[in-house]
């Protein structure tokens, strides 16, 4: 099947901290509100944009945790007020949004899981024009929050290798998601991309600016060397956050897969950040002989074993097979444990 030209939006919103509300009642309503209101914004968007490019929308991509905030651990029961079950209303009424639009609604979220009692893990999700969640990528490099990787014994007994890497093929291209800071670990590109993935969605919540940030550096990277498409979002600022409100705001972009900047948003609410795909274009790229095709001229095998020595340790969350959920101080001394072995060993 032929893909025809379409646009992708990278949706700069301003996300809601639902942490400081009063219960877990308010957090629920807030995020309910979040999600209904986003309706009205899309619509407009899709309308002014289809007409101003004269190509049809097919693809939203939302900040992460746009409808949450970030976790701090200013409170014991942040996954009751924040997280989305993967059966739950929220998914169900982004489905709608996505069904009455007749686009493709991708996002990030705190997510629970029925296998993993009292963890939660930050999503990355994908929802179809039928309303159906066709793709769901649980992120693996986190620093505070709880990773598939910390209970990998018992995550990989329930999930695949293809589900920890999911590759959607859908009728706009095969998409997979990357998770905010992990624009920064190419292996987590480059996994989706061997399985095929043409454009990865990139919901983050970062410092923007004048200067070129490292996750500037990174989304231009992830698209050349994978040759593939990169639709970022980021937040506008975040309200209620604990922080100054627009410490992650603008820069949101679309990246080509020859690591072209297609468009880049200043700061602020918008959908600035609105280019063409073309999905064709990608698969005639991949299928050439000549040196720019970095993704076929990839030599794995050498790396084999270099990549079998772990550095950060799994199942760090659990105990005699059964996950737990840390103090928030696990993280930083977990880190500071690895650093301290590896300076033992020389490499640092």
């Known amino acids: 099947m032929t893909i025809e030209p379409y646009l992708a939006v990278a949706v700069q919103a301003r996300a809601q901290a639902v942490e400081a509300l009063p ?8 995020m309910r509100g979040a999600i209904e209101a986003l309706e009205a914004d899309l619509r407009g968007a899709k309308a002014f944009l289809e007409k ?57 979220a705190y997510e629970t899981d029925q296998h993993f009692p009292g963890l939660h893990f ?86 923007g600016g004048l200067v070129p940030t490292a996750k500037h550096v990174a989304r231009r990277a992830r698209a050349l060397e994978n040759l593939a498409y990169v639709v970022s979002a980021n937040t506008a600022g975040i309200a209620e956050g604990g922080l100054a409100g627009l410490s992650a705001d603008g820069n949101s972009a679309i990246i080509d897969y020859r690591g072209r ?38 030599r794995t095998e050498p790396f084999r074993e270099t990549y079998a020595q772990p550095v950060h340790p799994a199942d760090q969350l659990l105990c005699d097979g059964k996950p737990r959920m840390p103090e928030r101080s696990f993280f930083p001394d977990a880190l500071a444990a690895i650093i301290s072995a590896r300076a033992r060993k020389g490499y640092i």
């Open 23 to 30: 219960d877990v009642a308010s957090a629920r309503a807030a």
């Open 52 to 108: 101003f490019h004269g190509l049809p929308l097919k693809l939203a991509v939302l900040p992460e945790y746009c409808f949450s905030g970030f976790e701090t651990g200013r409170v014991a029961d942040f996954a009751d007020r924040a997280a989305f079950a993967p059966d739950g209303p929220e998914y169900a009424a982004l489905g709608e949004i996505a069904r009455r639009l007749d686009l493709f609604l991708a996002g990030n």
């Open 122 to 207: 930050q999503t990355s999700f994908l929802v179809d024009p039928e309303g159906e969640v066709v793709l769901r990528y649980r992120r693996l490099h986190s620093m505070f929050t709880p990773s598939p990787h910390d209970v990998w014994s018992e995550y990989r007994r329930h999930y695949s290798l293809e589900e920890v890497f999911p590759v959607a093929d859908t009728a706009i291209g095969r998409l997979a998601a990357i998770a905010s800071e992990e624009i920064l670990f190419p292996e987590v590109a480059r996994a989706h991309a061997l399985r095929g993935a043409e454009l990865f969605l990139h919901s983050s919540s970062e410092a």
């Open 261 to 298: 900047v297609l468009a880049e948003a200043l700061s602020g609410s918008n959908v600035n950040a609105c280019a063409e795909v073309d999905i064709e274009a990608l698969r005639r790229h991949r299928r050439r002989t000549g040196m720019s095709n970095l993704l076929s001229r990839l």
